[in-house]
């Protein structure tokens, strides 16, 4: 299992979580994604390494703006 951390603009609610939390487990091997509106980080738990572009185009199909990678530690 690998962690990812992403960094998610845009979002105000909980229903724009569920929103990127619904296109990123559509992701090949995603198999968790948390989303914290209030930082924008999200962290998906995945079979593999997932490639930055379809993580970029899952959350701009979303709605929003992707940020690029996050630290992991907090």
């Known amino acids: 299992m690998i962690e ?3 960094t998610v603009s845009g979002m105000s ?3 724009c979580a569920q ?3 619904e296109e990123l487990t559509g992701l090949p091997g995603v ?8 930082t924008g980080r ?3 738990r995945a079979d593999a390494a997932l490639a930055e572009d379809d993580v970029r ?5 979303a709605g929003f703006s992707y940020g690029g ?6």
């Not at 198999?31 to 209030?38: M, S």
């Not at 990678?69 to 907090?74: D, F, I, P």
């Open 19 to 21: 929103s990127v939390t």
């Open 13 to 15: 609610c909980g229903h």
């Open 31 to 38: 198999t968790e994604v948390d989303v914290d509106v209030a």
């Open 42 to 44: 999200v962290v998906v």
């Open 4 to 6: 990812h951390g992403y």
């Open 57 to 61: 185009a899952a959350v701009e199909e």
């Open 69 to 74: 990678t996050a630290s992991l530690v907090s």
